[in-house]
């Protein structure tokens, strides 16, 4: 319980997209479900709905898409209700959404609502002047409402699909540097830290690997992917090579057709033989090995590594899927092409 909703995100990332292995898929599901049993109660019936807000949409998320894929399971179908109650008191009780993502500034009150100053209609507009770890707030925001969007009896506040679009749009102007613009590549902390933002980036049109990735749908950042791939093997850290090579999954490359995949997937399966055959026992030089994202980081790891190798087998994109509710917000309120930086 320690790991909340991180818990429950590893065992549902293995479950999307492996539709083709369906006895390793519906035990991710039997665990997913567990896990979420278990700690949903942290965030339903509290005092004070304004609290965990992000915890509670993305547990909302996952009940809904267990309801729909484990069958004859009445309790995850009653979890799921009682998580919709208390995400739309939430939306009802605690603000705007900028309130909810916590991207409010003002702090005054008025009805229990904070009058925020935070301008979501601007945000977007100046993609340099945004800090790194903001724009990968904001974008696990775009994620986790994306899925919001499929459950029916969720009562949202205005403007999450501009929010959803807005930062599509915002993530093909901003500029990602390159591992080759440093002479350390990767070991140069700002070049590392904000390639997990570009990785992340094709979780938000993917679900994290339920639907297929397209290249026209931004080509920058497959460029991006192709580009770094090797300067990421170089740097060796496996859930960071292992989220590059799971991109590469989701555009449909495998072993057979992809060089890099073919290469990529032999490291990433090296450094398991090298752990005795366990990736949560991998180590690497920036392990902190009694701190307070100790935890966190060793689950990482396989969470990582299983989306690297195995093979996928997409949902397809259709009414009432996230792929189709993602579609939709660009379709309705995208502004820019996704354009190719070379």
């Known amino acids: 319980r320690k790991l909340a909703q991180n818990a429950v995100n590893s065992i549902m990332d293995s479950a999307y997209g492996t539709e083709g292995w369906p006895d390793f898929r519906q035990k991710a599901l039997k665990e997913g479900t567990r896990l979420l049993k278990i700690n949903y109660k942290d965030v339903v019936g509290v005092d004070d709905p304004c609290q965990d807000m992000y915890e509670r949409m993305e547990y909302v998320g996952y009940a809904h898409y267990l309801t729909e894929h484990v069958p004859n399971d009445p309790e995850i179908t009653k979890v799921r209700d009682e998580l919709i109650f208390a995400t739309n008191k939430m939306f009802e009780k605690c603000g705007s959404l900028a309130d909810v993502l916590n991207l409010s500034s003002d702090e005054d009150d008025d009805d229990d609502k904070k009058a925020s100053t935070f301008d979501m209609k601007t945000m977007f507009d100046e993609p340099e002047k945004v800090n790194g770890d903001d724009v990968y707030t904001w974008l696990m925001g775009a994620i986790t409402l994306t899925d919001l969007l499929i459950i029916p009896g969720l009562i949202l506040p205005d403007g999450v699909e501009e929010y959803i679009a807005g930062m599509w749009d915002f993530l093909s102007t901003r500029h990602f540097e390159n591992a080759r613009d440093h002479p350390k590549h990767y070991k140069h902390e700002p070049i590392e830290s904000e ?140 502004k820019k092409t996704q354009q190719s930086r070379g």
């Open 195 to 334: 390639s997990w933002t570009v990785t992340h980036s094709a979780y938000l049109p993917t679900g994290y690997g339920r639907h297929m990735q397209s290249v026209e749908d931004a080509p920058w950042l497959f460029h991006y992917i192709r580009e770094n791939y090797f300067y990421a093997m170089e740097y060796g850290l496996l859930d960071h090579i292992s989220e590059f090579t799971d991109l590469l999954r989701q555009y449909g490359c495998t072993e057979k057709n992809d060089y890099q995949l073919r290469i990529g997937t032999k490291f990433v399966l090296n450094l398991y033989l090298k752990s005795n055959r366990s990736w949560i026992d991998h180590k690497s030089e920036d392990d902190d090995d009694d701190g307070s994202e100790y935890d966190y980081n060793r689950i990482h790891k396989p969470w990582t590594a299983i989306s690297a190798v195995i093979p996928r087998k997409f949902l397809p994109v259709t009414p009432g899927t996230y792929g189709y509710a993602f579609q939709e917000a660009v379709r309705k309120y995208g």
